[in-house]
């Protein structure tokens, strides 16, 4: 596990002894009897993002990255609660520009607003709440019994490499078409909600990907008391990575250490039993790897050999 | 209307048109059919508290501020989100020690963890999302519609004089004592649950007095379209603050703008009609004047002389 799991886990985990907190493990906390999921998420200048940003695209990824959590339970977007502190200086301009933003999105995605808190910040700082319906059901195991299939939905990775390109013009050759969806897919995620939804009921358990594909895998494997292994020609890449690899042959093993721990993806990762099976009409899903007997993540190239990464996913800490 | 409230009124109110919001005219959501109510509120280093605050007592006023939004609504504790970002220098200690205070209060106040989101800042930056338990009523009224009496429960002013003796030690004659009694009212306050609770279908309007009594009364003076009027020898003041004046004669208008004005007492203001009667079992209530035709606040001194504020209340913008 990583830093800032191994703080929540000492600090936090012994106050959360309740059945709706799902003890920490999950990616929202399940209210069965009132039928809800709750889910909270920060975004911290120049932590996730720069002064610069436009904030109308900033209010989108606030709500995106917190209903990937909503997604990842299989619930339906409620309402949100919003906390915004922010500069004096040009406050009604820089306000204009996120709640259009804001009510975009909202529309987008059928959401209410419910209520807040507003200060005044030298930094900008903001904190959603998310409220999802759920019905009886909904994802709120974060591990494996059984050596099942490892699964993803869309592209894995393009967030991480679009971050690299953001802060690091030179880092890789790349057109400028790949470099602007890369960076596209960064500021500009889209929440798993129909899949999630789908997939009640028929998946061993279902998470979002959102500090890096390993180390999602490291937690669930940890959780499990198993073994992941997944297979590299087998993760599911986008057109603008497959050039990257191609423009910059001697990076390779730099370009899977993004892919695979980079964050910020919010693609869904999913597990099926041998006995479970999938919808045949769900887009964009692939077949990664399976949990097997063991510990930790092993990562295998096309040729069978073990790939080490340096890294296995991010933390704050 | 301060600033802040004019922002929220310009940018968030449009998107919170929902009868779940209350119109953001309230200090919490109300969710009829889940039998709760939310909250959330934020606590900003350098803004709400400076780097060097014990984060034990620091988690204890961050559970409170939001409790005491729980209590002007008439419900019951029932569970928190908690968003941290924090340095990475010392983050052991610090969270050892913070959640030695959560954990404190949460058994104080029976409140459970739901979940939360943890991320490395510069500064420190806390905030908190609480939910409530209600019965079929709760306090979802913030105006009045008739010439009814205004009370407050326990002493006002003191985290405002508190504030002020902790910036500048120079600023007021006072006693050792009396600093100490002033600034704990401000690092500790005590959410009024119970009181809160007792008035619950015995009052037209409840709210906590967060951002000063003027402010809160100018508020909602505006949207009852009525004039409240108080006076100044009602305002139920602790031996602290009169020892205050006692000790700076000279200094007795600047005193009172503090007390009328300064925000964070987390004490109760709440409006009887004519026909309404409290309890008599309730302690540490005050009437302070009464709403009238007109419009905005007056206030009054013992000889029934206007006193005129240079101020109405807190605004972070």
Redesign the interface.
Known sequence: MNN?KN??E???L???Q?K??LF?KND??Y?KK?N?V?????M?E???FKKSIDPNLLAKKLIRINLSDIAAMGAVPD?I???I?LP?SN??DW??A??SG??SD?KKFNL????????????I?L?L?VLGRTGNYCHKKNYTKSNSDIFVTGCIGDAGLGYELMTNDSIFNCSKKSKKRLIQKLLLPEPRLSVGKQLLNNVELCTDISDGLLGELSFIASQSNKQANIFLDKIPLSFASKELFMKNKKKKNDIWEIILSGGEDYELLFCLSKKQKIKKNLNEISKIGYFSSGKGVKVFDCHGKEFKPNKYGFS??
Chains 1, 2 share one sequence.
């Open positions: 800032e703080l929540i000492k600090y936090l012994p106050l959360a309740n709706e907190s920490l929202a906390a209210f009132q809800l709750i889910s909270t998420d920060m911290i120049d932590k996730h309402g609660f919003l906390n502190a004096k406050v009604q306000l204009k996120f709640t804001l009510k909202m209410k607003l419910y209520g807040g808190d507003m200060s005044s910040s030298d930094k700082f904190s709440t704050h800490f």
